[in-house]
C-alpha cells in the first residue's frame, strides 16, 4: 500500500504535467499554423526537422530507458556520488559520439534532405539542407536532457523532467509571437536548438539540489558502461520494429481508399493522447520502483507492483475504451469536424477509432511488462516480442484490409498488442513465476462490466441530448463534456459497489487532495 500511495500520487502529478505539456505542445502548432501556415517555409522546417529526429529519437528513448535501471544498480549497491559519476562517463561519451555524428550531418546534408525530401528542388532544397544543418545541432541536447532525466528517475524525482518539455515549447511559442516577423523560418530554427538547450538545463538544478555537479569525467573501460551498450542495442532494436510497423501501416494504407492514411492518423492522434496521459505517466512512474525492486531482488514487491499497475490500468483505460466506442462519431465531430473535414471523413476517422480503442488496455498492460524485463536487465525478450508483434500484424493486415480496408489496419493494431501483452506476461511468468493472474482477470472483469453498464448509459444520454446535428459548436461541446461526466460518475460508483480493490485508495487520495491544508 506504501508503494501504491507513492505511485498513485507520482503518477497524478506525471499527468497532470502531461496534459499541461499537451496543451503548450498544442499552442506550439497553433502559432506555426498562424506564423507559417502550409508555405515552402514550413514544409522546408517539418521536414528539416524531421531528419535529425528521425536518426536521434529512437537513440534518445532506448538510451533513456536503458539508464534507468543501470543508475538504480549504481545507486542501491554503491552510492550516490558512483551513480554521478557513471552518468557524466555516460553524458560526456555520449556527447563526444553525438558531436562527431552532427559533424557527419552537417557535412552530409545535402545527400540526407535529397534522400528523405524526394519532391523538393530549387530554392526549397537549399532552405531545406541550410535548416537541417542548423537542427542536427539540437540532438546533443535532446541526448542529454533524456540522461538528465534518467538520473532523475533513478532518485524517484519526476517533476522536472515531466514539465521540461513544456519549456521546449514555450521557446518555440514566444520566439513565433515576437520574433518570427524579423528573423523568418530560419530563426525559427535556431530557436528550436535553444529550445533543446532548455529542455536540458532546466532539470540541472533539480540534480545539482540531489549533489549531482558536472565533471568532464569518460572512461570508455567502465564495464558499467559497455553493460549499458548491451542493453541499449536491443532497446534500440525494439524500437525501430515500432517505427517499421508505423511505415507497413502507411504503406498498406496508401493502398486504400483515399483519406485512409488521414483517417488512422486523426483517430491514432485521439488514442495516443489517451496513452499518454495516464499509460506512459504510470509507466515512467512505475518503472524506477520497479529497477530499485530488481536490484533488490524482490521478486514478490515486483509482483505486486504489477499487479497495482494491471489493476489501475483496467480501472482507468476500460471506461475510455468503452467511451471511444459509444461516442466515437461525437468525439471526432468536436475535434475535426471543420472546414475540408467533412461528414465523410468524420465517419471514416470514428470507425478507426473504434478499433484503435480495443488496443488501449493491452498496450499500456504490454509496456509495463516491459519495463520489468528491462529492470531485471533483459532487454532480448521485448525486441524479439516486438518483432513477432510486428509479423503478427503484418499478417493481420493482409487478412484484414480486403473485407475491412482502413478499419482492418486499426484492428490488426489493436489484435498485435493483444497479442504481444499475452505472450509478454506468458514469458515473464516463466522467468519470475505465478505473476497472480487470476487476481488481475477478476479485477479487468469488474471493470469491463462496469464499463459496459457506463456505455449503456452514456449511449442513451447522449442519444437524448444530441440527437440534433445542426447543434452549434459549443452546445455540442457541453452535451458531450456532460454526458461524459455522468458515464464517469456512474462508472466510478459502479466500481465503488462492485468492491473494484483500487477504488477505495482512489476515494482516499481525492480526499487526501481536496482535504484544507489548515486541516
Known sequence: MSTLKKVAGATSLVMLCTFLSKIFGFLRESFMATGFGTSINADSYFMANAIPMMLFTIIASALGTA?????????????????????????????????????????????????????????????????????????????????????????????MPSIAPIFFNIVIIVYIAFFAKSFGIEGLAVATVIAAVMQAIIQYPSLYRNGYRYQPYMNLKDPLLRKMGLLVLPVLLGSTMQQITVLIDRIMASQLIEGSISALNYANRINTLAIGLFGSSLVLVIYPYLSRFATENNMSQIKQTLKMSVNLISLIMMPITVGFVVLRTPIVKLLFERGEFGAEATFMTATALMFYAIGLTPIIIRDVLSRIFYSLKDTKTPMINGLIGVVVNVVLILMLSNSMSYAGLALAASLSYIFTMITLGWHLRKKIGNLGITGMVISFVKALAASIIMGIIVYLLYGYLGSDNQVSFMRQALILFLTIGVGAASYFTICFLLKYEEMNFVIDLVKKKLKPKAE
Open 67 to 159: 539508464l534507468v535501471p543501470i543508475f538504480t544498480d549504481a545507486l542501491m549497491q554503491q552510492s550516490k556520488s558512483n551513480m554521478y559519476k557513471l552518468a557524466n562517463n555516460v553524458l560526456n561519451t555520449v556527447m563526444v559520439m553525438t558531436t562527431l555524428l552532427i559533424g557527419l550531418g552537417v557535412l552530409l546534408a545535402p545527400q540526407l534532405v535529397s534522400l528523405i525530401a524526394i519532391g523538393f528542388e530549387g530554392e526549397k532544397l537549399a532552405l531545406t539542407i541550410r535548416l537541417t544543418r542548423v537542427l542536427f545541432f539540437m540532438t546533443v541536447f535532446i541526448l542529454a536532457s533524456n540522461i538528465f532525466s534518467a538520473m532523475l528517475y533513478a532518485l524517484n524525482k519526476f517533476t
